[in-house]
């Protein structure tokens, strides 16, 4: 009697999966830590870097050449990732652990904007929005939004694998000090661990829909690569007479030429790591019923901080409001929900939880993605109405950019810099370097646009810089 009474109350917590439970679609969101929209071979196919998975990807998905990312450095982005608003409704709109202007100690003209250190609980998240209609929900790798009590766990997802406050690995070899991450076999090597971790929960879940989110903390800092990469990347460069090239981007070097043996080491690593999960979704025959979405968090890193890479022809590169800071690669893949191809439609980080949700076939959630625009119409070979796309960073970078917003609408996009109130103009299409400003010659169109602007600051509540009445080289 008590074996059969144990039997019925193991069957009643067992979840039981109908049909349509099982048909529902898979999703695999794939986010890199300041990966350059150029670091990929299927947006550079000169590029000095490897990397046949994410190139496989983007050729049986669709691969968006004016993919954005909602600010130029992480937190920022990735708060809007989770959420589908712009980081300033949030209050997260710089990385999480800059100086908050009580505390700024840096010689410029402005003290930046204060900022929430903390994606708050209140927000309904891409995991929350998922797990609500019943799917395993899995997080692994980088976090940084916010001290404990606001990791993963508490915004929505089941299962933890190092996501904590930190911005960056203190080692991307075991031992890891990470808090939710134990420690493996001393030397193995994090991208591989953090892949090898979605893969197992892939294949404990290959029955019910997942929703797992692979956040890799690489190619952030510190450069660090396995020794034999980085001595077949420094052959490599020896082979073709690479050498490094500089120039200037405000006070600072910009690299001109991807050559960095360590950065490639980094990006073959990752690379591998990621056709490590995208093969156990194929050996479980579950390619056909996953949605895979790869993006970055923000642009290469160019300026500073050992200038890895370099973003050309995009100019500067991580915490500037030029392209090279903002546009990402951006990739989604889904056989028979997907149409293969390229699309050149501006696409931005709020845009991907509403298309999640609409291309799994759940109930979009326009009270929480209120910023988000479901890019399904282009995902099936079809176009969107033209509409502007918005940034907006009152915060001095650690690489070198300064106070502004931004707006692109079709190929025009302005810069506003808060430093002097100085506007750029620039026409993407003919210029996509951002070399010649043509504000001068526009003045309708940079009125047109700067109300436009001024118009999203004040719907969102963007925070501005002010005065900082320590400068010391005031004129």
């Known amino acids: 009697m008590r074996t059969l009474i144990l039997s019925c109350c ?67 982005t990735r708060a809007s990732l989770m959420t589908g608003r712009y980081p300033q409704r949030v209050g997260v709109t710089d990385y999480i652990g800059a100086a908050q202007p009580e505390r700024w100690k840096r010689d410029t003209r402005l003290l930046p904007a204060g900022y929430s250190m903390k994606l708050g609980l209140e927000e309904t998240t891409m995991a929350e929005a998922f797990r609500q209609e019943g799917y395993k929900t899995f997080f692994a790798g980088k976090w940084h939004l916010g001290p404990k009590g606001f990791w993963p766990g508490d915004q929505g997802f089941e299962i933890n694998k190092g996501g904590c406050g930190a911005g960056m690995p203190k080692s991307y070899f075991s031992p890891y000090g990470n808090p939710m991450l134990e420690d493996g076999p001393a030397g193995e090597h994090l991208p591989d661990r953090l892949a090898d971790e979605t893969a197992r929960f892939i294949e404990a879940n290959r029955d019910r829909p997942f929703f ?155 009270r929480a993605h209120v910023d988000g ?3 399904l119409p282009i995902l099936r070979g079809g176009a969107l109405p033209e509409r502007p796309v918005f940034w907006h960073y009152p915060h001095y970078g650690n690489q070198g950019g300064s106070p502004g917003s931004a707006m692109r609408k079709g190929e025009w996009k302005l810069i506003q810099w808060f430093e002097g109130d100085r506007i750029e103009l620039f026409n993407l299409k003919n210029d996509p370097g951002e070399k010649t400003n043509l504000a001068s010659g526009e003045p309708s169109r940079v009125r047109e646009m700067q109300r436009e602007l001024d118009a999203w600051r004040k719907e969102v509540g963007a925070r501005m810089p002010a005065p900082n009445p320590a400068w010391t080289k005031r004129p």
């Not at 196919?45 to 983007?58: C, H, K, R, V």
């Not at 901080?305 to 973003?311: K, Q």
């Not at 800071?325 to 390229?342: D, E, L």
Request: proline residues 8%.
């Open 10 to 76: 193991l069957l009643a917590c067992t979840p039981v999966f109908s049909a349509e439970t099982k048909s529902k679609a898979n999703v695999l969101f794939i986010l890199v830590d300041d990966l350059g929209c150029m670091d990929i071979g299927a947006n550079n196919p000169g590029s000095f870097y490897e990397t046949p998975n994410i190139d496989s990807l983007a050729r049986r998905g669709m691969r968006f050449t004016s993919g954005y990312a909602a600010c130029p450095v992480c937190s920022p």
């Open 212 to 366: 797992a989110y692979l956040s890799f903390y690489s190619v952030h800092v510190p450069l660090v690569t396995r020794p034999e990469l980085q001595r077949k990347y420094e052959e490599k460069a020896r082979n073709l007479k690479i050498d490094a090239r500089w120039g200037r981007e405000g006070a600072n070097e910009v690299r001109l030429v991807q050559e960095n043996a360590i950065y490639a080491g980094m990006m073959e690593s990752l690379d591998q790591a990621i056709g490590k999960v995208l093969s156990k979704l194929e050996e479980l025959k579950l390619t056909d019923r996953t949605i895979v979405v790869f993006t970055s968090d923000n642009g290469g890193l160019s300026t500073a901080e050992g200038h890895p890479t370099s973003n050309l022809p995009f100019r500067a590169g991580k915490g500037w409001l030029y392209e090279g800071g903002t546009r990402v690669p951006m990739i989604i893949a889904a056989p028979g929900r997907v149409h293969p191809g390229v699309s050149d439609t501006p696409v931005t980080s709020p845009d991907l939880f509403p298309t999640l949700l609409e291309l799994a076939g759940l109930p979009l959630q326009p």
């Open 373 to 375: 625009r479901s890019i």
